[in-house]
Each structure stands twice: as structure tokens, then as C-alpha cells.
């Protein structure tokens, strides 16, 4: 069980950014802190500088949330390029041209299945997987060749929306995934290439969903700053404990909130579906709706995992 919230009075919530391309996902974090005050802030899943769209970002208690959401699914509109591969697998890379003519607009909607579904997808040398204690990019920049081994995702949607062929030898794709957390969109885009012969690389990618966070409910960075300093940040922050709906909701009354605060589990009449949520875990909500701790219920008991308030308050 970790130990209760320091900062009761603070901001506490979820910004959802429309990140531009340019900014690191880093500097977003960095400009919410210093603009807000808050003194924790952190984001809920690296985009590439290149790429745009949703990046939730957590303030507050919220930060302790952010593990609820590792697992997220994801959505993205992704720009893919043929008739050249790039040596990060996107438009950041060297590119060199293929071997085999740009292919056509049907041959790559037919190449899509092989990528639907379950797969075995091999990260891109330029990721931060760690190898030997040492990211794959960091060895790709010095020349070496990282050993990388498969990972099994999820391809939940992945559909053609757009084709453009007017440069014949450069034609592009205009593709929507939706995938399971931990999938590579560059490499989707790589493996689409090589599956063709033609090679293919990431040409513009924008997020459009990360779990509950849709790109329609999130804030463009300069409405964001204007209103972050302005000190009006509640106008924009979701409920710390927004989109896990998933893990069943318990309010209980002000005297066994204190017991949990304690770090001390709390008897409780309760039924199975209390612990039917993932990991069993359920939130426990006060009077007012305000998430006060993440338990688990277990032989008639709420044990308390994660305490978001502090003793005697």
C-alpha cells in the first residue's frame, strides 16, 4: 500500500493536450508544471516530436493514476510513404530508395490483412527498448545493429482512408489504426513496405485516442498556456480517476475514510462485484465524489492499495 497524498489542496486532475509536432512530449510536461505550479505533473504515454494529437497529461494526485492507463488502447491516423525506407522508419531518418516500383493503391489495401490481428511485431532499432541495460537507439546512432526481439500486439482496426497517387513513384497511404498499447505505428508502416517490396516509411503520424481521451475533447497547447496562466487550470482538468470506470466505484462515509487513510482495511458488508474490476481493485469515492483511495476487497474487508488523502482530514 502506498502512502496517502501529500498535497490535498493542489491541482489534481487530467489536462488533455492536442500536442503540435515539434514539442517533445518532455517539453509539454514541462510547460504544464511551470505554467500550473503544480509540483507533480506527468504524462500518460510518449508521443515523437514529430507526431501530434492526444497526450493526456496528470497533475497531481492524478499522477498515481497513471499506471491505470498503461494499457490503454490506442488510435492513431497514421501517413505512410512508398517507394523508400528510412533508417528510424520515419520521416527523421535517412531515406534510401527501393528496389521495386512504388506499389499501387490496391496492392496495399490487400497487404493490410497481414497486419491485422494478433501479430508478432519487432520494435524499430530506433526505440527506447533496452538491450544489455542500453536503448535500442542509442546503439543504432553509434552504427550497432540492436538484436530486438518480437512482441505480441494487437491490430484492432487497420483501414485505408485516403490514397494519393499523384507522385507515382512516391505514393502515399493515409491509414487509422487502433491498436493495443505497446505497438510501433513506424513499424506497421515498415513491415507494410517490406511486405510490398517497395519499402515505406512513417511519413506524419497524429494520436487520436488514448483510452477514454478522444483528440475531439482535448486542448490545443495554446488554448492550454493561455489559460494555465491565467491560474484558471481546473476549467480545463478532468476527475483524477476519469475513464476507469472499469474498476468499481465505493463511496463510504467520513469515519471509515479516515481507517483507510490510516493504511488500515475497513470492514465492509459488500458483494463480489466489488472486486470484479481489473486486478480486483475498486476507487473509493467521499460524500462529495472525490476519489479518496484505490482498494481491494477481499473477504469482506477494503484494503487500502493507494491513499490519495492524509490522516485526520
Partial sequence: MTGPDTVEHGLNG???VDKPTGPTSHDIVALVRRLSGARRVGHGGTLDPFAAGVLPVFLGRATRMVEYHMADEKAYRALVAFGARSTTDDLDGELSPAEAPAPHREAVEAALESLRGWIEQVPPDHSAVRIAGRRAYEMARHGEKP??????????ALDMVAWDGSEP????ATLEVRCSAGTYIRA????????????AYLSALTRTASGPFR???????ESAR?????GRA????????????????LELGAEDLATLAKGQAVRHPG??????????????VDGDGRLSAMARYDAGKLHPEKVFMAPGR
Fill in 14 to 16: 487530467v489536462l488533455v
Fill in 147 to 156: 538484436e530486438l526481439k518480437p512482441r505480441r500486439v494487437e491490430i484492432r
Fill in 169 to 172: 513513384s512516391r505514393p502515399t
Fill in 188 to 199: 506497421i508502416a515498415r513491415d507494410l513496405g517490406e511486405h510490398l517490396g517497395s519499402g
Fill in 215 to 221: 483528440i475531439e475533447e482535448a486542448h490545443s497547447l
Fill in 226 to 230: 493561455v489559460v494555465l496562466a491565467e
Fill in 234 to 249: 481546473e476549467e480545463l482538468l478532468l476527475a483524477p480517476d476519469v475513464g476507469l470506470e472499469a474498476y468499481p466505484r
Fill in 271 to 284: 458483494n463480489s462485484d466489488l472486486s470484479s474490476g481489473p486486478s480486483g481493485l475498486l476507487r473509493v
